[in-house]
Every structure is written in structure tokens, then in C-alpha cells.
């Protein structure tokens, strides 16, 4: 009967000693998208400034506005880092794409009258983090 006493203290003291482990280290953890949205929303609400306050040809046109009135907006977080996009404009000026960096892109629609003629162009706005 001795036996059978310490077989069984021994297979309780080892479940303990699994189940202490398991609850200490989760085998799986939750996982959420909450940055993604955020920088998402980030870039959706400066794209959505950027066209309600009359600048999308302007920063479409001329880099220096674009950088300094993203530097004015992202003054306290200098995490951000920002390119554009833009097409079917000829004086339109892209910046230069950061290929090691994660990010988020908008996109609004313009019309310009330009040359004597209506051009419809695309104004897309990239914000994102570097690696």
C-alpha cells in the first residue's frame, strides 16, 4: 500500500506542477489589430484635412508645403514617417517611398483645371511606421 501512496502523490504533484505551468505560460495569447486601426484612422482623418481645408493641389504640386505641414501635424510624434502618391497630374510631384516601413494609404480623387483643361488626378497619402 506504501507504493500506491507515493505513485498517486507523485502523479498529483506533477499535474500541479503542469497546470502552475500552463497558467503562468499561456500557450496562446490574444492578438489584436488596434495599431493597424489607429494608423488607418490616422491617415484617413490627415488625407480628410488635407482636402477640407483646400491644399490638395498644393501639396500635390509642392513638396515642401507637404512636409512642413505633415511635420507641423506629427510635431510631438516623430515615430510617423509619410510619402505620396500622385497620378494622372503632370506637375504633380511624388516623394520618395520608404520601402522598410509599414504602412496605411488613403486616397481622394481631385479635378483641377490646368492647362486650359479639367484633370481628374489621384492624391494618395502614405503614413506608416519604420521596421
Known amino acids: 500500500m506504501k507504493g500506491v501512496t507515493t505513485i498517486l502523490e507523485a502523479a498529483l504533484a ?10 503562468f505560460f499561456p500557450q496562446y495569447q490574444a492578438k489584436n489589430d488596434w495599431a493597424d486601426a489607429i494608423l488607418q484612422t490616422t ?3 490627415i488625407l480628410n484635412i488635407i482636402d477640407l481645408t483646400g491644399n ?3 501639396f500635390a ?3 515642401d508645403n507637404f512636409n512642413n505641414f505633415m511635420k507641423a501635424m506629427f510635431a510631438d510624434n516623430a515615430a510617423y514617417v509619410w510619402w505620396k502618391d500622385i497620378e494622372n497630374l503632370p506637375s504633380g510631384k511624388d516623394t520618395k517611398v520608404l520601402y522598410f516601413s509599414k504602412a496605411k494609404k488613403a486616397t481622394i480623387i481631385d479635378v483641377v483645371y490646368e492647362g486650359g483643361q ?3 488626378y489621384s492624391f494618395t497619402l502614405y503614413l506608416g511606421y519604420v521596421f
Open 43 to 45: 491617415t484617413q482623418d
Open 14 to 23: 506533477g499535474t500541479i506542477i503542469v497546470m502552475l505551468f500552463l497558467y
Open 118 to 120: 479639367f484633370r481628374v
Open 56 to 58: 490638395t493641389y498644393n
Open 61 to 63: 504640386t509642392n513638396n
